[in-house]
């Protein structure tokens, strides 16, 4: 539905690709009926993808819903074991892959492994019969593998009126000008790519596609394509304002960059705000199981709290900004109860974008509500601040922690880069509280001054007993900390 009216309402604008000779809205809809036809040929349940960005993705996830399949993209990053055992998991299934993948999977019964020119070839050949199917709102749209940090990857259910609830209450129809363009890098596997796609067709927004992230070819590409709107996780915008700073460049076309996906440290984001003064900053706070965003910190709330004495009002550069309007938000805490601002509990969501579903397994309740698992509170003005997942809190001596307290200070101090804190085992408290720490280059900090500077600003029992200075600190390609393998590491 929402390619058919991107279609008719602008088919003639450029969807994906260079300005010249790019992939319009009319050819993605007749590429997307083509490779429908293809698919339906086949005996399968599920078309898959094990690729990086390329225009295969938006012709596969609307060929897979025209013919009422799911999508599901692959993380081509796993080790070979794990990602052939996900494959197999889609059987019987149509796999669009990269070629080099085709040397990292055996055989699998009931998948056919097609290459991206195979797939694409297909989705051009106009002697191809276009399939126009009907699907159901309530199907399956698009199956996410998380990332299995902690067990077994869990298939996370996103239906059709999941995601088109999401674009239409959240976004103007062809509310992008001709000329705007964003600038589409996160991997086809994540929900931010999928919700890019959606999301700039149903606005008219050129898309132009990184294939695998550098913040040097990131900044490249945005310049040489006129960029005017994108989405990174945290990781990418340090690097990419490094880049920026070290090339004198301002990117003058770029309008509005959004970030998410991960917890951004405050001096990043006030670091972007003073080099880019002409961008608007939007801070976008959502999951897998919500669609995407389900909060937004606004340009005008960057600018607020970047400008304001307040500390109340200042702080908010590290809250992720208001729940959506279309959305109920709660803080809760063990019993299910609601908080009242200020506490500190579970944040748990309701709304018609809400899937809360795994494969085989519903995760809301009777009401609808879908508990989140990511600890958090609301300030009295109704901004949500997240402290990490629930899992995630210290408990030293019966009192619990947050790890992301105890970071932002480690974070304020001038010689720290990039911190991260968890709570390894101690037979005395049945915690303690340890750090890794990535210095700024061209620095130096004692383990006893971070100590002391962690001390002096919150509890001595907030104190890293362990303080580990590393190279860097093991994020997964999306952004977020693997606190796992530090907790792993430092506990050993």
Request: hydrophobic share 45%; aromatic share 6%.
């Given at each position: ?418 911190a991260a804190v968890v709570g390894v085992p101690d037979t005395e408290w049945g915690e303690k509280v340890a750090a890794a720490i990535v210095l700024k280059p061209g620095t130096a900090a004692s ?46």
């Amino acid at each position: 539905m929402l390619l058919e009216m991107a279609a008719d309402g602008f088919g003639d604008r450029v969807a994906f690709g260079p300005r010249a000779g790019g992939m319009t809205y009319a050819d993605l809809l007749a590429r997307a009926r083509r490779a429908a036809g293809w698919l339906v040929e086949r005996p399968v349940d599920h078309l898959g993808m094990v690729d990086l960005n390329s225009e295969a993705v938006p012709v596969a996830l609307f060929a897979a819903a025209v013919a009422g399949k799911p999508f599901v993209p692959m993380n081509y990053r796993l080790a070979d074991a794990q990602l052939q055992g996900i494959v197999a998991r889609t059987a019987p299934a149509a796999v669009v892959i990269d070629p080099p993948v085709v040397d990292r999977l055996s055989p699998i019964d009931g998948v056919e492994l097609v290459t991206r020119a195979d797939f694409l070839a297909a989705s051009a050949d106009p002697g191809r019969e276009a399939y126009e199917g009907w699907t159901d709102p309530d199907e399956i749209a698009v199956l996410l593998f998380t990332s299995g940090t902690t067990g077994e990857p869990k298939a996370a259910v996103l239906r059709h009126k999941h995601l088109a609830s999401y674009i239409v209450t959240t976004l103007d129809y062809m509310g992008a000008d001709e000329e705007e363009c964003a600038l589409v890098s996160v991997p086809p596997y994540h929900i931010a790519g999928v919700s890019a796609v959606l999301s700039s067709v149903y606005t008219g927004r050129r898309v132009v596609q990184l294939s695998q992230f550098t913040p040097e070819a990131w900044v490249g590409l945005a310049r040489d394509e006129a960029v005017t709107h994108a989405m990174v996780v945290p990781t990418m915008l340090g690097r990419i304002l490094d880049v920026l700073e070290a090339e004198g460049e301002s990117l003058p076309a770029l309008r509005h960059l959004a970030y998410g996906g991960g917890r951004m440290p405050v001096p990043v984001v006030e670091r972007a705000l003073t080099l880019l003064p002409h961008v608007s900053f939007v801070n976008a706070y959502g999951l897998t199981e919500t669609s995407s965003t389900i909060a937004v910190l606004g340009p005008d709330d960057h600018r607020a709290a970047m400008a304001s004495d307040d500390l109340a009002v200042r702080a908010r550069l590290g809250s992720v900004g208001r729940p959506l309007p279309t959305l109920e938000l709660e803080i809760r805490d063990p019993l299910g109860q609601a908080l009242p601002a200020g506490e500190r509990g579970e944040v748990c969501v309701r709304g018609e974008q809400v899937s809360g579903e795994y494969l085989g397994r519903k995760l809301t309740d009777d009401e609808g509500w879908f508990a989140t698992k990511d600890a958090g509170f609301l300030d009295a003005e109704g901004y949500l601040f997240i402290d990490g997942r629930l899992d995630d809190v210290i408990v030293r001596g019966g009192e619990n922690m947050s790890p992301g307290e105890i970071e932002e200070v480690l974070l304020a101090h001038p010689a720290v880069d990039q911190a991260a804190v968890v709570g390894v085992p101690d037979t005395e408290w049945g915690e303690k509280v340890a750090a890794a720490i990535v210095l700024k280059p061209g620095t130096a900090a004692s383990v006893e001054e971070l100590q002391q500077w962690v001390k002096d600003r919150l509890r001595s029992s907030r104190m890293p007993e362990l303080v580990e200075f590393r190279e860097e600190l093991p994020f997964n390609e999306t952004g977020k900390l693997l606190r796992r393998v530090l907790r792993t590491e430092l506990g050993g």
